[in-house]
T-cell receptor, first 117, second 116 residues
Framework: GAVVSQHPSWVICKSGTSVKIECRSLDFQATTMFWYRQFPKQSLMLMATSNEGSKATYEQGVEKDKFLINHASLTLSTLTVTSAHPEDSSFYIC?????????????FGPGTRLLVL | AQKITQTQPGMFVQEKEAVTLDCTYDTSDQSYGLFWYKQPSSGEMIFLIYQGSYDEQNATEGRYSLNFQKARKSANLVISASQLGDSAMYFCAMREGYNQGGKLIFGQGTELSVKP
């Protein structure tokens, strides 16, 4: 149980285009989903917290207009990188949780590697 | 502010031996959760083990155990009988309580290499 999928796993795009990444909880309903960014050999950096039916909460320094998050249902959240530039190249990974309690683990998707040329 | 510290950037262990990965944390909350995740080179984050701040016994999950010392604010991961497939990055994380949004705060990670 507690499987999270993420699509696509790899994307290469030209500078200026927008890229949409989907995160789905396959066998449970996720009250909250999280989006992270990770650079090579570094830890995960939380970008935003997404709750179904409400606006995402972005971490300090993360551009809301650059990284659009939509949490349309209890099983789907999407991250759109708008007008992508080479500096947006990174590993993006989502997670989902059943509840916000401190005892609940977050279950992660397999991640998406984005390369902007 | 909550903080997680992993002081070992890299660790080596011989196959079949045990290894301890260190993790210390800092929080003023009374209720919190501590987690360990494994990240192989493929990038996926695999949940390994959980310890609650009120749990009196150390958590165990198969070959993984968590050495929880609350007074010292440490939550070290012990992997017994290491296998080649254990080579990966390991992250310690702390989850804030509900009122703080339930965010996970990650440490810097420890890269474990298992030698045959």
């Amino acid at each position: 149980g507690a499987v999270v999928s993420q699509h696509p796993s790899w994307v290469i795009c030209k500078s200026g285009t927008s890229v949409k990444i989907e995160c789905r909880s396959l066998d449970f309903q996720a009250t909250t989903m999280f989006w992270y960014r990770q650079f090579p050999k570094q830890s995960l950096m939380l970008m935003a917290t997404s709750n179904e039916g409400s606006k995402a909460t972005y971490e300090q320094g993360v551009e809301k207009d650059k990284f659009l998050i939509n949490h349309a249902s209890l099983t789907l959240s999407t991250l759109t990188v708008t007008s992508a530039h080479p500096e947006d190249s990174s590993f993006y990974i989502c997670s989902a949780t059943l509840a916000a309690g401190e005892q609940m683990p977050q279950y992660f998707g397999p991640g998406t590697r984005l390369l902007v040329l | 502010a909550q903080k997680i510290t992993q002081t070992q950037p890299g660790m080596f262990v011989q196959e079949k031996e045990a290894v301890t990965l260190d993790c210390t944390y800092d929080t003023s909350d009374q209720s919190y959760g501590l987690f360990w995740y494994k990240q192989p080179s493929s990038g996926e984050m695999i949940f390994l083990i959980y310890q609650g701040s009120y749990d009196e016994q150390n958590a165990t999950e198969g070959r993984y155990s968590l050495n929880f010392q609350k007074a010292r604010k440490s939550a070290n991961l012990v992997i017994s009988a290491s296998q080649l497939g254990d080579s990966a990055m390991y992250f310690c994380a702390m989850r804030e309580g509900y009122n703080q949004g339930g965010k996970l705060i990650f440490g810097q990670g420890t890269e474990l290499s298992v030698k045959p």
